[in-house]
């Protein structure tokens, strides 16, 4: 899961020599088209890139389920971050964030393996959770 957001952030800090493609090595399903999108928004729509990276600053375990009924065996962590130390800039070198932006977040985080026992465990959702703190 820590490779998901460093990929995400790496997407970012380098766009031009990113490989999309390379998000399907940390994850699957919505969380994969949901980096994709994000990558898709950021640099190709807006051409903006990232300075800093994202520090995760708590992540704890929540559920396992190896043995669910649809054979996608799933473990579920809640991920605490901070981006204050991460900037999105312009072609200017302006910041896109506003400055009223927050740069802590928490997020429910799943992690599956479809290809369980010998398989990647990938990150397959992503749940921002509105309000709640670290």
């Not at 970012?12 to 969380?31: G, M, R, S, W, Y």
């Not at 559920?63 to 312009?90: H, Y």
């Not at 599956?112 to 959770?129: H, Q």
Request: charged share 20%; proline share 6%; with cysteine.
């Amino acid at each position: 899961m820590r490779a998901y957001y460093a990929m995400l952030d790496a997407s970012l800090q380098n766009p031009e020599t990113f490989n999309p493609d390379d998000l399907k090595h940390v994850a699957i399903t919505t969380a994969l088209a949901s980096a994709q999108n994000r990558f898709n928004a950021i640099w190709g729509q807006q051409g903006l890139r990232q300075t800093g990276s994202t520090v995760l600053t708590e992540v704890a375990l929540t559920s396992v389920d190896l043995a669910p009924a649809d054979d996608i065996p799933i473990v579920e962590f809640r991920v605490c971050w901070n981006t204050s130390g991460l900037d999105v800039l312009d072609a200017d070198g302006n910041s896109a964030i506003p400055a009223d932006h927050n740069p802590l977040g928490v997020e429910r985080v799943g992690v599956a393996n479809y290809e369980y026992p010998t398989g990647p465990w990938l990150v397959a959702f992503t749940e921002f959770k509105e309000g709640e703190t670290c």
